[in-house]
């Protein structure tokens, strides 16, 4: 008997979480405001939102497992969606081991902000990267915008962890966002007047998909053959 440990990543079993609210990063409503209003939801894109803005309340366990629990009742109805993840994803994978694991290497927790606004600039135009792509303000003038997003995988163990990835991407996007701003207006976003700000938010989705990471035993029975 062989016993083979393999990590099998599945990223083509998720849905694209698009978190493009102008005030998406300060919510107005409490945890327990907004928990109280979706508690009894089946749809589990509520529970992720829920996760994605309030990543320190109590219900972040709870909503976690209803999360999955919906997800996996839609797609054994209709089927899991497809993804090109081979030129837009950026993989960020927590499990119980200290590191994270981003494009599959393992990394710091604390290095994950700098990590993930690096792919999304890809300043270097960068193959391995997720690509650009091309917008235009209402003045036709030609802007390029990451049109990369992550995908966030979790073993179910380390909740803890899933809590902070999911504070580190929202910081990469805040830093994006600047980034953007001081290239295109050389303003801090923040300090940009309405219509500018506006432009920067609706071209840039905060796209984040989550889903299982499988790490399987696979037992080889080997018969022996008495001749």
């Given at each position: 008997m062989k016993n083979i440990k393999i990590g099998i990543l599945l990223f083509c079993i998720m849905l694209v979480i698009c978190c493009n609210q102008n005030d998406r990063e300060k919510p107005s409503l409490t945890d327990v405001e907004v928990?109280?209003?979706?508690?009894?939801?089946?749809?589990?894109?509520?529970?992720?939102?829920?996760?994605?803005?309030?990543?320190?309340?109590?219900?972040?366990?709870?909503?976690?497992?209803r999360y999955f629990k919906y997800q996996e009742k839609l797609y054994d109805s209709i089927g899991p969606p497809m993804r090109d993840g081979f030129t837009k994803c950026i993989s960020v994978i927590?499990?119980?081991?200290?590191?994270?694991?981003?494009?599959?290497?393992?990394?710091?927790?604390?290095?994950?902000?700098?990590?993930?606004?690096?792919?999304?600039?890809?300043?270097?135009?960068?193959?391995?990267?997720?690509?650009?792509?091309?917008?235009?303000?209402?003045?036709?003038?030609?802007?390029?915008?990451?049109d990369g997003f992550f995908s966030l995988q979790t073993d179910l163990k380390s909740n803890d962890k899933l809590r902070q990835s999911i504070s580190e991407i929202k910081l990469a996007y805040k830093n994006y966002k600047n980034h953007l701003s001081m290239k295109w207006f050389r303003v801090e976003f923040?300090?940009?007047?309405?219509?500018?700000?506006?432009?920067?938010?609706?071209?840039?989705?905060?796209?984040?998909?989550?889903?299982?990471?499988?790490?399987?035993?696979?037992?080889?029975?080997?018969?022996?053959?008495?001749?």
């Open positions: 928990w109280n209003s979706l508690k009894v939801s089946t749809n589990h894109f509520d529970y992720f939102h829920f996760m994605y803005n309030y990543p320190e309340s109590k219900f972040f366990d709870t909503a976690l497992v927590v499990t119980k081991n200290d590191s994270v694991l981003f494009e599959h290497y393992p990394i710091l927790m604390e290095d994950l902000n700098k990590r993930s606004l690096t792919y999304l600039i890809n300043e270097n135009n960068d193959e391995m990267m997720p690509d650009q792509k091309l917008v235009k303000d209402k003045n036709g003038l030609e802007r390029y915008v990451s923040e300090k940009l007047e309405f219509q500018k700000k506006e432009l920067i938010n609706k071209n840039v989705l905060q796209q984040v998909e989550l889903g299982k990471y499988y790490d399987l035993i696979i037992v080889d029975n080997e018969t022996d053959k008495n001749n």
